[in-house]
């Protein structure tokens, strides 16, 4: 219960921050970044981000940050890709630089960590992702990551 708690907070929060940042710069702008309600899962080494509500998100547009237990990844996932250091090859959804590189309601966008990036995902760590756009934060996404 306490997961889906934490996601429908963030989810909240980040609804919010939109809804107010575009009502402060008088509406949507280049500046602004998306507000999606978005949840993170991680099993074994695969990181999934469910895009569960709001404005579609452009992954080339994006950076996005992993860490576990509070420590980021040595590579981090360059958006979108194929195949890339530090990670298993084929991302699916908008991650696979092969497909559609905007992620919108409905669609999960996932990547699996390999070995040899660290620290390595394992049953009962914290996995954090932050996602952002032009600088400015999109979303903070926490799960613990679940045995496959």
Known sequence: ???VA??????????????????????????VPPS???????????VAIDHRGGDPIDVAA???????DGEPLDEQPPLPF????????????????AGDDTLRVGETAAFRVADTN???????RRVTVEITAAGRPVATLETVVEPG
Do not use: K, Q, Y
């Not at 999606?36 to 695969?46: C, E, H, I, M, Q």
């Not at 660290?118 to 009962?124: Q, R, Y």
């Open 1 to 3: 219960m306490a997961p």
């Open 118 to 124: 660290d620290p390595t995902l394992e049953p009962g």
């Open 82 to 97: 194929f195949s890339a250091a530090g990670f298993h090859p084929g991302p699916t959804g908008p991650f696979n630089s």
């Open 62 to 68: 994006v950076r996005v940050r992993v860490s576990v």
């Open 6 to 31: 934490g996601v429908l907070l963030i989810a909240i929060t980040v609804v919010l921050a939109g809804g107010v940042a575009a009502a402060a710069l008088g509406g949507p702008s280049a500046t």
């Open 36 to 46: 999606a309600v978005l949840s993170l899962s991680a099993t074994d080494d695969r």
